[in-house]
C-alpha cells in the first residue's frame, strides 16, 4: 500500500508539471499583513485630489509568496517590500463611474523585491507588473458590495500594450492571459462614493493580491517532476515483471 502511495504521488508531481506549462495558473500572492510576525494591515490609499492609488507608506512591507514551485523560497511566505502606484488617466476617461462604482486607472505600475531572508538578499526582484500603453485606462477600482472593493489588471492575448508581469525565477508566456487582483475587504467609508469627477478619496485596507499567468518552472523543477514520473513507470513496469 505504501509503495502504491508514493507512486500515485509521483504520477500526480508528473500532471502538475505538466498542466503549469499548459494554462494560466494564479503564481504569486500578497498577503494582507506587513511581515510574517506582524498582523498589521496594509493600507492601500485612493486620493480624490491628486488621483493617485498607492500604498501607505510607499513603498510597504508586505508579506509575498509564489504558489508554484520554482523559487528559492518554495511556497513559503517571504517578508517584501511592494511599490504600487497608478492614476486617473486624463480628461473624461479618468471620470468616476457612479452607476459601475469604477474609477478607472491608468499607468498601473508595481514592483515587489525581498526584505531579505527565506533565500534571497534584500532588494532582490520577486515580481513587477507594468501596463505598457500610458494615460489609458489600464486598471479599474471598482465596489461591487459595500465594505468591499477591487482592483484589477489584465492582458488578454494579441491586444498589444497589455499588462506585462514579470519574475525572475518564471518565464512567463506574454502571448497567454495575465491578470493581477486585488480584493479589499475593509473600506471606510464602506460605500463609494463621488467628490467632484472622480471616486471620494478613501483607504483600502485588508488587501490580498493574486498574479495569474502561464509560467514556465525552472529546468530543474521540471526536471525533478519528469524524474519523479519516470521513476513511479519503472517501479510499475518492475513490480508487473515479478
Known amino acids: 500500500m505504501i509503495k502504491k502511495g508514493i507512486v ?5 508531481g508528473l500532471f502538475v508539471g505538466q498542466a503549469c506549462l499548459c494554462k494560466a495558473v494564479t503564481f504569486a500572492e500578497v ?23 498607492t500604498t501607505s507608506p510607499s513603498p510597504t512591507p508586505v508579506v509575498f509568496a509564489f504558489d508554484v514551485l520554482g ?3 518554495g511556497l513559503a ?9 497608478a492614476v486617473a488617466p486624463p480628461g473624461p476617461a479618468g471620470f468616476y463611474n457612479p452607476l459601475a462604482r469604477i474609477q478607472p486607472l491608468s499607468n498601473l505600475s508595481f514592483t515587489i523585491t525581498a526584505a531579505g531572508g527565506g533565500g534571497y538578499a534584500a532588494g532582490q526582484l520577486l515580481l513587477s507588473g507594468i501596463f505598457q500603453t ?9 465596489q461591487s458590495a459595500p465594505g468591499t472593493a477591487t482592483l484589477t489588471s489584465s492582458n488578454f492575448p494579441l491586444t498589444p500594450g497589455g499588462l506585462i508581469l514579470t519574475s525572475p525565477f518564471f518565464p512567463i508566456d506574454h502571448t ?16 463609494f462614493t463621488q467628490t467632484g469627477s472622480y ?19 525552472e ?7 519528469l524524474a519523479a514520473g519516470f521513476g513511479g513507470f519503472l517501479f510499475i513496469r518492475r513490480r508487473r515483471a515479478k
Do not use: C, H, R
Open 77 to 85: 511566505d517571504v517578508n517584501a517590500n511592494m511599490l504600487i502606484t
Open 176 to 191: 497567454m492571459p495575465e491578470s493581477a487582483t486585488w480584493s479589499f475587504s475593509t473600506l471606510n467609508p464602506a460605500v
Open 31 to 53: 498577503k494582507s499583513i506587513v511581515t510574517v510576525t506582524d498582523p498589521t494591515k496594509v493600507q492601500y490609499t485612493w486620493s480624490n485630489g491628486t488621483q493617485v492609488f
Open 219 to 225: 529546468p530543474g523543477v521540471m526536471s525533478t517532476f
Open 8 to 12: 500515485s504521488l509521483l504520477a500526480v
Open 71 to 73: 523559487a528559492p523560497s
Open 134 to 142: 500610458p494615460n489609458v485606462p489600464d486598471a479599474f477600482l471598482q
Open 199 to 217: 471616486l471620494s478619496s478613501i483607504p483600502l485596507i485588508n488587501g490580498n493580491g493574486n498574479f495569474a499567468a502561464t509560467v514556465v518552472p
